[in-house]
């Protein structure tokens, strides 16, 4: 049996001979088995494992097997758990089923092919839960252009997308971090009737080397670790769309590369010789200015004039506040599916406070913060209380978070972590660097290679940040260098 499609069971048992036995035999019989001697063990297991089913000996020192058993389905909501008794504590088995177990067994085990039975049958049941959930999650996700709002703003971005997405020209989304980017590139790739891929890259996400090989391809031997040849993403999405996020990220030189792809409609792979014709949609998302980028020498004018035929605007989620409680509701029935609670309600004070607040993260941010609430509600109705430490709990208003424009540390924390983690790093990291660099020019008078030396850094490195971060010489302090 395939490594990847074998079950995988944890087995969670203070008894280290009943560990091993229990491994040996399943382990013959084509289950992969993972082992953990207490409760605690048990649940970091499942936490970072992807398990079919958890066999939970009742009699666990400290945390006992029936608590293992109730926290466990939250941490694994999936896992399958069959408990494991002393022979003859038929009560002690009621329980276990009581509290969710799918079946229990006495202990010891003699019976091996009838508990090989009821595991099969358990990993049956997992299965079936997972492509349920699978399918339950598409028909939420699958709505129109999966872009949920009735606001006018709303309406006429639906209309925009359904009026070009048959266009073969080229379309940059702008937009803030968090509103939606890829999914209106989806929507479009949707809508366009192409049948080929739609494929996604982030530009932020790869130095100018390894970004080159993901979009254009290598061929064997091209670079040390190309033991064999590798299409880029611009084949993969043959008849299909390519999704260039966060574009203003992406490498100077690296520009000058893609806009000859554009304009040919060919790339070559590294190390190749031979030109290749692509046909992909190129659609391309940006949060940042584009046009003062290119006036600042930081992006090519003829590359963003190629990618700028149609340019559509998605709008943060403080334009459109008529949209939070539809949001907010089909957040909560997504992560209801997803980790198998009841939310039913909205609190109408929670509402009003959501509605009121600003969310610098747009709708990331209120997905991140209804995903938690959901998670801590204590019954079928989201309160104030589900939000307890959020940002917003102290009133409606913004805490605002400084860009790399403000030259500064963010004093107010709370908005970033209402953010993902790459989201809220990256904040973090360009109001860090851009403050760090505009001090250091400043205590050289503007000299940028004596504030290269006392970065500790060389020159080309240090302008390389400032043209990333859109940092200039103060002009009262510029001096050559």
């Known amino acids: 049996m395939n490594e990847e499609t074998r079950p995988t069971l944890l087995v969670i048992d203070d008894d280290h001979l009943v560990r091993r036995a229990v491994s040996r035999t399943l382990t013959a019989q084509g289950f992969n088995v993972l082992t953990a001697g207490d409760g605690p063990e048990g649940l970091e297991i499942l936490a970072k494992e992807e398990v079919d089913v958890a066999i939970i000996d009742i009699g666990l020192p400290g945390i006992d097997g029936i608590e293992v058993l109730r926290t466990a389905q939250h941490v694994s909501p999936l896992t399958e ?30 019976d091996w ?71 209106v590139g989806e929507a479009i790739h949707r809508e366009s009737g192409k049948k080929g891929q739609f494929v996604r890259i982030n530009c932020a996400s790869f130095p100018a080397d390894l970004m080159e090989g993901e979009l254009f391809g290598w061929e064997k031997g091209a670079h040390s670790t190309a033991t064999q040849a590798k299409p880029g993403l611009f084949e993969v999405a043959e008849d299909g769309t390519i999704l260039l996020d ?8 690296l520009q000058a590369k893609l806009l000859r792809v554009l304009e040919g409609r060919t790339i070559r792979r590294l190390g190749g010789t031979r030109e290749t014709p692509v046909n992909a949609r190129v659609v391309a998302s940006t949060n940042r200015d584009l046009s003062k980028a290119v006036k600042e020498g930081r992006f090519r004018q003829d590359l963003y004039f190629r990618i700028n035929v149609i340019q559509i605007r998605v709008p943060p989620l403080r334009d459109r506040k008529e949209d939070i409680a ?103 990291v360009r109001a860090f660097t851009v403050a760090y660099l505009k001090r250091k020019l400043g205590e050289a008078g503007g000299n940028i290679t004596r504030a290269a030396d006392a970065s ?16 200039d010489v103060p002009k009262d302090t510029e001096t050559e260098g």
Not at 456 to 471: E, T
Request: glycine share 8%.
């Open 113 to 183: 092919q009838r508990f090989q039975q009821v595991l099969r049958r358990a990993t049956q049941v997992r299965r079936l839960k997972r492509e349920r959930r699978v399918l339950k999650r598409r028909v939420l996700d699958e709505g129109p252009l999966k872009l949920i709002g009735n606001s006018r703003v709303m309406q006429e971005l639906r209309e925009l997308i359904a009026a070009v997405s048959r266009s073969s020209a080229s379309i940059l989304i702008h937009g803030e971090s968090g509103t939606g980017k890829e999914l």
């Open 326 to 428: 539809l949001l907010t509701y089909h957040f909560i029935q997504l992560f209801n599916e997803d980790e198998e609670r009841r939310v039913r309600r909205v609190a109408a004070e929670l509402l009003e406070r959501l509605e009121g607040y600003e969310w610098p993260g747009n709708v990331r941010e209120l997905r991140n913060l209804l995903h938690r609430a959901v998670l801590l509600a204590e019954g079928e109705e989201l309160t104030l209380a589900s939000l307890d430490g959020s940002s917003i709990i102290g009133g409606g208003s913004r805490t605002e978070v400084p860009r790399a424009s403000d030259g500064g540390m963010p004093e107010e924390m709370g908005p970033l972590f209402n953010l993902s983690y790459a989201d809220a790093k990256k904040d973090v």
């Open 246 to 253: 966060e574009i203003g990220e992406m490498p100077f030189d």
């Open 456 to 471: 500790d850094m060389l020159r080309p490195n240090f302008k390389r940040l400032m043209r990333r971060y859109g940092v």
């Open 81 to 110: 758990c069959i408990i494991l008794t002393g022979q003859g504590n038929i009560s002690t088995a009621y329980a276990s089923l009581e509290a969710g177990a799918s079946d229990y067994f006495e202990k010891p085990i003699h």
